[in-house]
């Protein structure tokens, strides 16, 4: 079986997933840092981050191109090798304007490696949608050990900056070991650019999927800072209690992953979709309404913990069947990551004009396309396709 085949060559992937996840646990907790050495507002913090996920977006889409025409191995260890250099440069850089350059850099060069991992797990495992929910749960991990690290590394004084300057290290043994590595879909295919990967996405109806795709990264990104941000900045809770609760976020995502990602996979991609993004939007309302930030940090782990079964479900419904599904998760990739790009400018804005309890509110409504996007898109296939 895919599965089975691709278990011992996803060995360096899963590495990757860990290391990428390290990165956005300790973002995560970090955040608030980022902004205050940004020296800018919220508004203006939303929109820096939202130049570096539109970098990541095109990094995204140019990169899962060459993966269909070089295979995912060398383009992986070309990615890696990227985003080592700009860690680097990040956690060197100052404050105030270079920060924020060597920012846009790390968040493109991190959108390349975090597409070609996709691609080759998605390659592996997408006939088995529940594996590939566990799979995903590697990410998870990372991002805990990530967020607990950095949490722990700010209460005694030290710096974020350490954490960007590990990955970058990691970063760049991970790219010597994936010279040599066989992944899935790493032999050289078809030249397909990124129209060609677009063209396919609207052809086989996948256009919705990938509107869910762009909001569910929205939500997920947004839990992930402006939920942290909230808790240590406008409830007073603390470096400890914000890294605590996105690490209790990141557990019960990948124990939800491990667990019920099998169950999620067996009923369906669509139905683990629905009842994840629906357990996220009630989360998220928990979080902006509660009356303490105890209550409000448990509202952040169901968030986090719904939201983690969107991605990998959404990337296995619209790479089901394929050997090579580079071009199309890289079309669905590249207009999901939209949300990225939008999503910061978007909840930062709400949050400059009514503050963050109404950007919060704003990503639990957004959570609700989520639920219904996939079945609707379910359903237009079977339409089309009875047999």
């Given at each position: ?9 996803l ?38 981050l939202?130049?570096?996920m ?69 390659a592996a ?11 995903h ?16 590394a ?26 040599r ?28 999927l ?5 909001v ?30 996105a ?21 369906g ?26 209550v ?27 050997d ?33 309890r ?12 989520v ?16 047999a």
């Amino acid at each position: 079986m895919a599965a089975d085949r691709g278990a011992k060559p996803l060995r360096p992937v899963a590495i990757s997933f860990v290391v990428f996840g390290f990165f956005w646990g300790s973002w995560a907790v970090a955040a608030a840092d980022v902004e205050k050495a940004l020296h800018v507002s919220h508004g203006a913090f939303g929109l820096v981050l939202s130049v570096a996920m539109a970098g990541a977006a095109a990094a995204n889409a140019v990169t899962a191109s060459l993966a269909e025409r070089w295979g995912t191995a060398p383009v992986m260890s070309w990615s890696l090798l990227g985003w080592a250099a700009l860690l680097a440069g990040g956690a060197a850089a100052g404050r105030g304007p270079l920060l924020g350059v060597a920012l846009v850099g790390m968040f493109a060069t991190g959108g390349a490696v975090d597409v070609v991992m996709n691609i080759a797990a998605t390659a592996a495992l997408a006939d088995r949608p529940g594996r590939l929910v566990r799979f995903h749960a590697l990410f998870n991990s990372g991002a805990a050990a990530g967020a607990l690290a950095t949490g722990l590394a700010l209460r005694s004084g030290g710096s974020w900056r350490a954490a960007w300057a590990v990955v970058a290290v990691a970063a760049l043994g991970l790219a010597i070991l994936h010279r040599r590595a066989t992944l899935p879909a790493g032999e050289a295919g078809e030249r397909h650019s990124l129209v060609h990967a677009l063209h396919m996405v609207r052809v086989e109806g996948l256009l919705l999927l990938s509107a869910a795709f762009a909001v569910g990264a929205m939500v997920e990104a947004g839990i992930e800072t402006w939920g942290v941000l909230f808790l240590r900045e406008r409830l007073a809770s603390g470096v400890l209690l914000g890294a605590g609760a996105a690490v209790a976020g990141y557990v019960i995502a990948s124990m939800a992953r491990v667990f019920l990602g099998p169950v999620a996979g067996a009923a369906g991609a669509p139905v683990g979709v629905g009842i994840g993004a629906a357990l996220s939007a009630v989360g998220l309302a928990v979080l902006a309404l509660a009356p303490s930030a105890a209550v409000a940090a448990v509202g952040l782990v169901a968030a986090a913990g719904g939201v983690s079964m969107c991605w990998p479900l959404l990337l296995a419904q619209a790479g089901a069947g394929r050997d090579r599904p580079a071009a199309v998760v890289g079309g669905v990739s590249a207009i999901g990551y939209l949300g990225f790009v939008v999503g910061p400018a978007v909840v930062g804005s709400v949050a400059q004009l009514a503050g963050l309890r109404a950007g919060l509110l704003a990503l639990a409504g957004a959570a609700l396309f989520v639920v219904a996007a996939p079945t609707r898109v379910e359903a237009r296939r079977r339409a089309r396709s009875p047999a």
